[in-house]
Every structure is written in structure tokens, then in C-alpha cells.
């Protein structure tokens, strides 16, 4: 077989996953539509023999070409008016919210979908970018940065006002799926502590994605954090002996933990977690500005 048909081939079985992506960022089915089409267009015009995921790649593509949409829209926003919505590839949630329960399915019906496509449609350009990517898909900050042209920290930020202004202005519905998932996502993080503070690196092991990539800014590796550790049995053994001085945390809106001195919040962490419920990035910001752009909330 050639390998533009191998490519093809990848490419269409790509394509449920990357429509949903158009879909949820521009709400519109021939929008979505015309946004796979041109990232395909991209890839049969991009050498990605050096590419280590075409998952990724065409994600990153796609979303990029989706925000070039978005925000041509301008003042002709008023017109465009979400659709029915459609089953994406993992649904409503799309993979971030890892698994859900009997009650969590029954949130995520043709009501959810409406309603949280007509408030996705009231955010901004990028901030919508940064919530779908990151919350709906799973797709760690450090890869939403270059699309939307700014930091990881920034990235976040975007998300997390995002995700405010969802639960501020959401449906009912909306606002219990938001919530459903942000619990979820608590027991997962608080386990990953739990386990660490115990040194139980078989438990580790099995909350960690096996390529989790754990990155600390420039602040936070000065504090002594490594500046990037990659791999579940790496990342587990660095927190072993280092959990001990962190405690639960909202940071950005999203189930977290922090290292305080007094209060005072000096490195937070943030997770990107999964489909199948399992940590794939870790963030430690230790950036004053980016801390204080987070709004951290320390458990009490």
C-alpha cells in the first residue's frame, strides 16, 4: 500500500475524533466539516514522516484552523447559532472527565449538548479553544499553548475563565455535568497524593498515564522541581518524599494541590486527566503571576 493511502487511512479513522473538536469549538456542523477537510488538505501537504503522533498533529491542525473560523466570524458571531448537537468521539465530555457513572451519562443527553453548545458560543475565541481542548478532550496546556499563541500558565488561564463564566451562566444541566466531572477528577488527584505520601508505587503506576509528562516553569524548578520529567515510573518516584508539604487546592477552577508557606501558595499543580481516568500531564507553576492569574483556592 503507498503511503499516501496508509495516511488516508489514518487520517479517516482520525476524523471522528477531529470533528469533534471543530465541533464543539465552532458549532456548526459544516463549519466542523470544512475544518477537517482543510486540515486534511494540510497533511497531504506536510511531510510528518518525523511526526511522533499524528493524533496530536492533526488535532493542533484542526484547532488552529477552527480558531481562524472562530474568530473571522466577528460581528457576524450574532448569526451563527449552535445546532442539535451530535455525538462526538467521547461524547459531551469528550474524554476528559474519565469514566462516568449511570447518573453522569444521563447529564450528557441531547439537553446537556444544546445548552453547553449555546454557552460555548458566548465565550471568547480562544478561551472557548482552551476549555474545549483542555476539558473536553484532554489535551494537556503545554500542547493548547502554540495554538492559541501564548504560555502554558496563560493557556490555563484562558480555560479557567472559561470555565467560570460556564458555571456562572450554564443550564442546570450543564452546571451537574461540570460538577460531576470536577469530582471525578478530585478522587483521581487526591489518590495520586495518597498513594505518594505512602510511597505505593504500584497505585502510582496505575493512576499515571505511562507517557505522563510532568513540567515546571522556571520559578518552580528554581524552587527545586525538575523542569521537565517524562514517563509514569519517573514522575513517580520524583513526587515520592515531596507530597508530603502539598494539600488539596482549586487551581483555575479545576481539582489541584499547592505547596503554601503561611498560606501563601508557592508552587501549584495542575492535572490534565485522561479519558480512562489516569493523569497524563502535570504542571508545577511557580510563577507570581501566574499563580495569582489562576485564582488558587487551598482546601480548608
Same mark, same amino acid.
Given at each position: 500500500?503507498?503511503?499516501? +493511502?496508509?495516511?488516508?487511512? &489514518? !487520517?479517516?479513522?482520525?476524523?471522528?475524533?477531529?470533528?469533534?473538536?471543530?465541533?464543539?469549538?465552532?458549532?456548526?456542523?459544516?463549519?466542523?466539516?470544512?475544518?477537517?477537510?482543510?486540515?486534511?488538505? #494540510?497533511?497531504?501537504?506536510?511531510?510528518?514522516?518525523?511526526?511522533?503522533?499524528?493524533?496530536?498533529?492533526?488535532?493542533?491542525?484542526?484547532?488552529?484552523?477552527?480558531?481562524?473560523?472562530?474568530?473571522?466570524?466577528?460581528?457576524?458571531?450574532?448569526?451563527?447559532?449552535?445546532?442539535?448537537? &451530535?455525538?462526538?468521539?467521547?461524547?459531551?465530555?469528550?474524554?476528559?472527565?474519565?469514566?462516568?457513572?449511570?447518573?453522569?451519562?444521563?447529564?450528557?443527553? +441531547? &439537553?446537556?449538548?444544546?445548552?453547553? *453548545?449555546?454557552?460555548?458560543?458566548?465565550?471568547?475565541?480562544?478561551?472557548?479553544?482552551?476549555?474545549?481542548?483542555?476539558?473536553?478532550?484532554?489535551?494537556?496546556?503545554?500542547?493548547?499553548?502554540?495554538?492559541?499563541?501564548? %504560555?502554558?500558565?496563560?493557556?490555563?488561564?484562558?480555560?479557567?475563565?472559561?470555565?467560570?463564566?460556564?458555571?456562572?451562566?450554564?443550564?442546570?444541566?450543564?452546571?451537574?455535568?461540570?460538577?460531576?466531572?470536577?469530582?471525578?477528577?478530585?478522587?483521581?488527584?487526591?489518590? !495520586?497524593?495518597?498513594?505518594?505520601?505512602?510511597? *505505593? !508505587?504500584?497505585?502510582?503506576? *496505575?493512576?499515571?498515564?505511562?507517557?505522563?509528562?510532568?513540567?515546571?516553569?522556571?520559578?518552580?524548578? #528554581?524552587?527545586?522541581? +525538575?523542569?521537565?520529567? %517524562?514517563?509514569?515510573?519517573?514522575?513517580?518516584?520524583?513526587?515520592?518524599?515531596?507530597?508530603?508539604?502539598?494539600?488539596?487546592? %482549586?487551581?483555575?477552577?479545576?481539582?489541584?494541590?499547592?505547596?503554601?508557606?503561611?498560606?501563601?501558595? #508557592?508552587?501549584?499543580?495542575? !492535572?490534565?486527566?485522561?479519558?480512562?481516568?489516569?493523569?497524563?500531564?502535570?504542571?508545577?507553576?511557580?510563577?507570581?503571576?501566574?499563580?495569582?492569574?489562576?485564582?488558587?483556592?487551598?482546601?480548608?
Amino acid at each position: 500500500m503507498a503511503d499516501s +493511502d496508509s495516511l488516508a487511512l &489514518e !487520517f479517516e479513522a482520525l476524523r471522528p475524533h477531529l470533528r469533534g473538536v471543530a465541533y464543539r469549538v465552532l458549532g456548526s456542523s459544516s463549519d466542523a466539516d470544512d475544518a477537517v477537510q482543510e486540515a486534511w488538505l #494540510r497533511l497531504s501537504r506536510t511531510d510528518v514522516s518525523d511526526v511522533a503522533s499524528l493524533r496530536a498533529w492533526l488535532t493542533t491542525v484542526t484547532s488552529r484552523v477552527a480558531l481562524n473560523m472562530l474568530e473571522s466570524r466577528g460581528s457576524r458571531r450574532e448569526d451563527v447559532r449552535a445546532e442539535a448537537p &451530535e455525538t462526538a468521539a467521547g461524547g459531551v465530555l469528550g474524554g476528559g472527565a474519565g469514566p462516568l457513572g449511570p447518573e453522569d451519562e444521563a447529564l450528557l443527553g +441531547d &439537553e446537556v449538548g444544546a445548552a453547553l *453548545q449555546m454557552v460555548l458560543d458566548e465565550l471568547e475565541p480562544r478561551e472557548r479553544l482552551a476549555f474545549v481542548l483542555h476539558d473536553l478532550f484532554a489535551v494537556p496546556f503545554d500542547d493548547i499553548a502554540p495554538v492559541v499563541d501564548t %504560555t502554558s500558565t496563560a493557556a490555563r488561564q484562558l480555560a479557567s475563565r472559561a470555565r467560570r463564566r460556564l458555571r456562572s451562566t450554564s443550564p442546570q444541566a450543564v452546571a451537574a455535568s461540570l460538577a460531576a466531572r470536577a469530582e471525578q477528577q478530585r478522587a483521581v488527584v487526591d489518590a !495520586f497524593f495518597a498513594a505518594a505520601r505512602k510511597a *505505593q !508505587f504500584a497505585t502510582l503506576l *496505575q493512576i499515571l498515564d505511562p507517557d505522563v509528562v510532568m513540567r515546571a516553569d522556571a520559578v518552580a524548578a #528554581r524552587m527545586g522541581a +525538575d523542569g521537565s520529567v %517524562t514517563g509514569a515510573d519517573a514522575v513517580a518516584r520524583w513526587i515520592n518524599g515531596r507530597a508530603a508539604g502539598a494539600v488539596p487546592a %482549586t487551581v483555575g477552577g479545576e481539582p489541584g494541590a499547592a505547596w503554601a508557606v503561611h498560606g501563601k501558595v #508557592r508552587v501549584a499543580f495542575g !492535572f490534565t486527566i485522561g479519558g480512562d481516568g489516569r493523569i497524563t500531564a502535570i504542571n508545577l507553576i511557580g510563577d507570581p503571576d501566574g499563580l495569582t492569574g489562576l485564582e488558587i483556592e487551598l482546601a480548608r
